[in-house]
């Protein structure tokens, strides 16, 4: 089948990790954060084009607030820091979610970092921060009733924040959890699934590697009847 298109990663267990090794969470957010660096960069390399991590949901908003405190830190220092290598490689950023929902200083980063990356025209890293698929769909629908428009599932596809982006081929969750947890549910209509018990600070090059394997072995039929060979 080849490489996907688009993969997701629902980045989980960062703080499960680091109590198991009688860390502060915000030790684990860390760990998480230099991970999805290495890790986004062995993706491109594989020749993924499109490539959404999820860093923040809605949900996670209403976690304590020392630990929103550390995680925008991350965040201020993750887009003060690496804008100029995803231009100089031709990565375009694009972060998702409800910027009224994190610090003004961050959404200025985040501006300032689509600005700087704009042009990239290798392949796209969108970041879902603040973000949840039911609330991004809600908003899609409220748009369109504001433009008077009907939408076919293309249009309505283009309406949602990461509209020109292709639909979800792979979603790789961590963390040894089995569900999606409201992340790019439309998106994800056709996905492949794949859960891996690690948490993500200890899901390696190696790992991403084998749920390409698997992904590139299954029959994507879309509805279609099983291939005459099977």
């Not at 703080?15 to 198991?20: L, P, Y």
């Not at 249009?155 to 020109?164: N, P, V």
């Not at 549910?185 to 390409?212: C, G, H, N, R, V």
Request: hydrophobic residues 40%.
């Amino acid at each position: 089948m080849g490489v996907p298109c688009h993969v997701g990663i629902i980045m989980d267990g960062n703080g499960r990790w680091a109590k198991k090794r009688l860390l502060p969470r915000l030790a684990g957010h860390r760990a998480g954060m230099q991970r999805m660096l290495a890790l986004v960069e062995h993706a491109f390399l594989c020749g993924i084009k499109n490539i959404t991590v999820f860093a923040l949901s809605c949900e996670n908003l209403s976690r304590p607030q020392s630990e929103l405190d550390g995680l925008f830190d991350l965040f201020r220092e993750y887009f003060s820091t690496q804008m100029e290598n995803l231009a100089q490689k031709g990565i375009r950023l694009r972060v998702i979610g409800d910027r009224a929902l994190i610090p003004s200083d961050i959404a200025d980063l985040i501006g300032a970092g689509e600005a700087r990356t704009a042009a990239g025209d290798k392949a796209t890293l969108a970041i879902a921060i603040g973000y949840g698929g039911r609330q991004d769909i809600v908003a899609a629908c409220n748009r369109a009733v504001r433009e008077q428009r009907e939408m076919t599932v293309e249009s309505f596809s283009e309406t949602l924040s990461t509209g020109g982006m292709p639909a979800l081929d792979l979603l790789i969750r961590t963390g040894d959890e089995k569900r999606i947890s409201n992340f790019l549910l439309f998106e994800a209509a056709y996905a492949e699934l794949i859960f891996s018990a690690k948490m993500f600070p200890d899901f390696t090059d190696q790992d991403f590697d084998e749920a390409l394997k698997d992904y590139s072995a299954r029959d994507r039929r879309f509805g279609r009847i099983r291939r005459q060979s099977d």
